[in-house]
T-cell receptor, first 109, second 115 residues
Framework: GQNIDQPTEMTATEGAIVQINCTYQTSGFNGLFWYQQHAGEAPTFLSYNVLDGLEEKGRFSSFLSRSKGYSYLLLKELQMKDSASYLCAVSDSNYQLIWGAGTKLIIKP | GAVVSQHPSWVICKSGTSVKIECRSLDFQATTMFWYRQFPKQSLMLMATSNEGSKATYEQGVEKDKFLINHASLTLSTLTVTSAHPEDSSFYIC???????????FGPGTRLTVT
């Protein structure tokens, strides 16, 4: 079957760096997405990786290793507003998105 | 600004009634839209893929006669929850693909409460 694993919850300190991991097993691969979802709101797009390596976008970076079925989202200079759930999703061979359960990130002052 | 809108943002209805939720792409055409359901503290669950001009594709376990989807135009898809029950209370979100990576743009969601 297809599955995506992420930690359920993480806690970090304001101003610090946190890495949220995502491992996947899917039938085919057409890219991996990271989304941010604040409580009670819809998800918003953060990043997309289809080739191995690191994609940097401001305070957020996303890494992909296709051979390992692994990705991470790196958040730097954490701010209180970064408290949210972070969803990993993989596009499979049919371009269907397979969603992880999400990682709830708690930022403490 | 928002590229996908949903209406209503929240609705309370009585058990046994039907509720229609609209999803619109605001400045682009979407031949495909997706409908999700999300229960508290759980991840998104894809319910169905809405295809303009043809029948929707439902995920396993989703009753197509209960969750009616109509994609009548390139900018509008509707989800009708028929004969709603309290267990249908959830957060319903639509999305449409767009952009450089064909990423999903989500509507703001509709919170349905069935009493």
């Amino acid at each position: 079957g297809q599955n995506i694993d992420q930690p359920t919850e993480m806690t970090a300190t304001e101003g610090a760096i946190v890495q949220i991991n995502c491992t996947y097993q899917t039938s085919g691969f057409n890219g991996l997405f990271w989304y941010q979802q604040h409580a009670g709101e819809a998800p918003t797009f953060l990043s997309y990786n289809v080739l191995d390596g690191l994609e940097e976008k401001g305070r957020f970076s996303s890494f992909l290793s296709r051979s390992k079925g692994y990705s991470y989202l790196l958040l730097k200079e954490l701010q209180m507003k970064d408290s949210a759930s972070y969803l990993c999703a993989v596009s499979d061979s049919n371009y269907q998105l397979i969603w992880g359960a999400g990682t709830k990130l708690i930022i403490k002052p | 600004g928002a590229v996908v809108s949903q209406h209503p943002s929240w609705v309370i209805c009585k058990s046994g009634t039907s509720v229609k939720i609209e999803c619109r792409s605001l400045d682009f055409q979407a031949t495909t839209m997706f409908w999700y359901r999300q229960f508290p503290k759980q991840s998104l669950m894809l319910m169905a893929t809405s295809n303009e001009g043809s029948k929707a594709t439902y995920e396993q376990g989703v009753e197509k006669d209960k969750f009616l989807i109509n994609h009548a135009s390139l900018t509008l898809s509707t989800l009708t929850v028929t004969s709603a029950h309290p267990e249908d209370s959830s957060f319903y979100i639509c999305s449409a693909p767009r952009g450089e990576y064909y990423e999903q743009y989500f509507g703001p969601g509709t919170r349905l409460t069935v009493t």
